[in-house]
């Protein structure tokens, strides 16, 4: 079952060359239990950060984030986090980098464990490879059990399939959606694609730059299977877009 997440208040700045900057300013998030939020903003705004202090990865200088009403203090295993690059470990087989997040289990256990969810991401004929075998959606998938296999009532995702091609991206998104419907993990994924946004989220949460504030959270009420080619889709993609060309210039694959 997935988790509450809770952001109040939080604000974030890094010091560089002894020069202070303000990256995230007055966040504030509730998050119910399986709900997926997508967070759009232009580079640099903030979301990798965010992310990182949800994941316990960074520290917010003020406010409070909260895992189902536990004051998040660092990494845990409530909370998973999948990176743009998968991160796999290249000297270890598939089958290793992904039974890295399981301690405690014995060799059997962890076995099946890693089984099971290679298997979810049809993997299970590579357990075996190494990462530079795999191609980047492979490897994407690989990534996916990884974080999966500690079963993280939150998952987070920093754009997860931004470096792939559009059709093996529109494939982990199903899977992805199925692996929410089996699972019900409360989750939040950084994208720089409009379409993934109104794809898959159940709310979007537009940020603006420098420092990265929360500018619009926008439901999306679409229902559970979507038509990419809907009009209703296409309103909600210009919608989303004109926050970021606010002339509201006039796109003809967005003209509705
Ligand atoms: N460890 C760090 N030290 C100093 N500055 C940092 C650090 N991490 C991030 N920043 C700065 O914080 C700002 C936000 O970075 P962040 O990675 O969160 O942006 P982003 O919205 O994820 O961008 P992108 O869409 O390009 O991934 C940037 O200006 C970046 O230079
Ligand atoms: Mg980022």
Request: some cysteine; overall charge positive.
């Given at each position: 079952m997935g988790k509450t997440l809770s952001i109040q208040n939080v604000k974030k700045s890094f010091t560089v060359d002894g020069q202070k900057v303000d990256?995230?300013?007055d966040i504030n998030l509730e998050v119910q239990e399986g709900e997926f939020i997508a967070i759009v903003g232009h580079?640099?705004?903030?979301k990798s950060t965010l992310l990182k202090i949800i994941a316990g990865l960074e520290k917010n200088d003020t406010g409070l984030v909260t895992v189902d009403g536990k004051e998040v203090n660092g990494p845990g295993m409530d909370r998973g986090m999948i990176f743009?690059?998968?991160?796999?470990?290249?000297?270890?087989s598939i089958e290793k980098n992904v039974q890295l997040?399981?301690?405690?289990?014995?060799k059997e256990e962890k076995t099946k464990l890693s089984d099971q969810y290679l298997e979810l991401v049809k993997l299970s004929e590579f357990k075996?490879?190494?990462?530079?075998?795999?191609s980047g959606g492979m490897s994407q998938r690989a990534a996916i059990a990884r974080s999966l296999v500690s079963q993280p009532e939150v998952l987070l995702l920093d754009?997860?399939?931004?470096?792939?091609?559009a059709l093996t991206k529109i494939e982990l998104q199903e899977e992805l959606l199925k692996i929410r419907e089996r699972f019900h993990n409360t989750m939040l994924m950084v994208t720089h694609d409009i379409e993934e946004a109104v794809y898959l989220a159940d709310r979007i949460v537009v940020m603006s730059a420098?420092?990265?504030?929360?500018k619009d959270v926008i439901k999306v009420?679409?229902?559970t299977y979507r038509d990419r080619g809907g009009s209703d889709f296409a309103h909600y993609k210009k919608k989303i877009f004109d926050y970021f060309f606010e002339e509201k210039t006039v796109v003809p694959e967005y003209n509705i």
């Open positions: 990256v995230l300013k580079s640099g705004c903030g743009q690059e998968h991160r796999l470990f290249p000297w270890m997040g399981l301690k405690g289990l014995s075996k490879a190494y990462p530079s075998q795999l754009e997860p399939f931004g470096a792939l091609d420098r420092p990265g504030r929360i009420e679409l229902g």
